[in-house]
């Protein structure tokens, strides 16, 4: 039987909207208080940025699955997503406060880094995974510039301390890749997991 739906484990707008675009119905499966989603984010000392990604998303999938079990809902695939912000082998996930976030901006500015998402759909007895990896130069950005756009607030809870979808366009000059997988969702490859799971996209 093919599911009509799916549950999307993630608390971010924005995979809303990208997963609407999609006209794929789904239900929010988010954490329970006492769950800990943040310490599934941790980095391991040395750990490359793809293999961090798809980790973190492999762990948001095993936590998502045992929600839907504790919690006794109708069975459905689960969506998880995760997105990292790579500088080489250096890891930029969200910033701590306005302090990381303008080091962070301080670091990216005049560069091309990677944006590396990974996303999971999983049932209890089959999961398929796919990775997006795009490449974003930014402008050089002066102390002001910086100051000025952490004030905004925009960079907070975001890997690598912007939203291409925000202010932080003013500074990106090119863009290689997927521009919904750097909003977080990419969406070619979860079009292609999810008709695998019987959806017509």
């Known amino acids: 039987m093919k599911p009509d739906f799916i549950y999307l484990a993630s608390q971010s707008p924005r995979r809303r909207q990208l997963l609407e675009q999609l006209g794929v119905r789904h239900e929010l499966l988010l954490p329970d208080a006492d769950e ?68 962070m901006l301080g670091e990216l500015a005049g560069t091309m880094h990677r944006v590396l998402t990974s996303v999971a759909v999983g049932t209890p007895r089959r999961r398929l995974r796919a990775l997006s990896a795009s490449r974003v130069t930014f402008a050089p950005m002066s102390r002001q510039q910086i100051a000025a756009y952490v004030a905004s607030g925009e960079p907070m809870g975001k890997a690598g301390a912007y939203a291409v979808q925000g202010r932080a366009a003013a500074y990106i000059s090119h863009i290689a890749g997927s521009y919904s997988g750097i909003m977080g969702l990419p969406m070619f490859e979860t079009a292609e997991l999810l008709r695998a799971y019987g959806f017509k996209i």
């Not at 936590?63 to 080489?88: F, Q």
Request: hydrophobic fraction near 40%; aromatic fraction near 2%; charged fraction near 30%.
């Open 36 to 103: 800990d989603a943040e310490a599934l984010e941790a980095v391991k000392p040395g750990e490359a940025p793809a293999a961090y990604v798809q980790r973190v998303t492999q762990l948001k999938l095993d936590a998502a699955l045992r929600r839907l079990e504790r919690r006794g809902l109708p069975a459905a695939p689960v969506l998880c997503s995760d997105t990292t912000v790579a500088l080489g082998r250096t890891i930029y996930g969200k910033p701590a406060d306005s302090a990381d976030a303008r080091r």
